[in-house]
């Protein structure tokens, strides 16, 4: 249930993309996102998806692991879906049937909808996929840096949000073996309403939040004990450069939202 969640976690390689600046990353991650709410027709987003998948060919990560970050959400987009299909009720009437109404704005929205959280999800996911905690640490304090000036604590937010990330997939690792410890004593989480699920659930989320505190702890412990006290005086093994991939990576997205952004103001649409 847990174990194909793919939140949090690193692929090791030795790609273009796992040599790149976690600098760039993060900023070529927040440029794909704005690409992607730049998208204002749906045939675009067959440029989107394949630019997609071509990155991840690149970064020589399967393709099965945007699947698994789109697991998590197979409940939420066919929602979107269905509430998008028949509560617009603009457009010209495409289905009449009983109390089944459905129009091509609807339609047209739903798919719109759908595409769009996946290709958000799938895409972003890149990123964890791609990059090391320590250097996404590294990356993110650099470019919170310039806050600084105004007594922004940018390397304990760092720190906190990559230790976050960090420990997503040790948390899933945890929920799946105790769900199956529970399912070995004979739990059932499958049957009945969703009233007694949720309460069948109880046995994994307690020892699991207990495990969670434990862990923090232990962590807590170990940094300070290594005389950990933020990041003032603080050195690095690895020292964050540009390279010459760094620049070619913002030339691709920069090209990828100028073909969004050309594409629609000059052809003529699809659909």
């Known amino acids: 249930m847990f174990k194909d969640i793919t939140l949090g ?18 900023l070529l991650m927040i440029a794909y996102i704005v690409a992607v709410f730049l998208v204002k027709r749906i045939e675009l987003f067959l440029l989107v998806i394949l630019f997609t998948v071509a990155v991840t060919l690149l970064a020589h990560v399967n393709v099965s692991y945007l699947f698994k970050a ?5 409940i939420l987009l066919p929602v979107m879906f269905l509430m998008n299909l028949f509560l617009i009720k603009t457009g010209r ?22 595409l769009r959280l996946a290709t958000l999800v799938a ?10 905690p320590i250097a ?18 940018a390397h304990e937010l760092a720190m906190m949000m ?20 529970q399912l070995a004593r004979g739990a059932d989480f499958e049957s009945g309403n969703i009233l007694k699920r949720a309460k069948a659930m109880l046995p994994i989320l307690i020892p699991l939040f207990v495990n969670s505190f434990r862990r923090a702890d232990e962590l807590a412990m170990a940094m300070e004990s290594r005389c950990y006290h933020g990041g003032e ?13 760094d620049f070619a990576a913002v030339l ?14 000059f052809a003529p649409p699809l659909f």
């Open 162 to 181: 990559t230790i976050a990330l960090r420990f997503i997939p040790t948390l899933i690792e945890e929920a799946d073996k105790i769900m199956k410890a």
């Open 70 to 74: 789109l697991k998590p959400m197979r």
């Open 9 to 26: 976690q690193y692929v090791p390689g030795d790609s273009v993309l796992h040599k790149l600046d976690p600098r760039t990353k993060i």
């Open 252 to 265: 691709v997205m920069a090209a990828l939202i100028a073909a969004i952004i050309l594409i629609q103001r």
């Open 233 to 245: 005086g603080r050195t690095r093994m690895r020292v964050l450069r540009f390279t010459w991939r």
């Open 93 to 114: 009437l495409l289905v009449e049937w009983w109390i089944i109404r459905i129009y091509s704005d609807g339609l047209k929205n739903a798919v719109f909808i759908v």
């Open 123 to 132: 895409g972003t996911s890149l990123l964890t996929l791609t990059t090391t």
């Open 136 to 153: 996404l640490t590294d990356g993110l304090e650099k470019l919170l840096s310039p806050l600084k000036v105004v007594k922004f604590p």
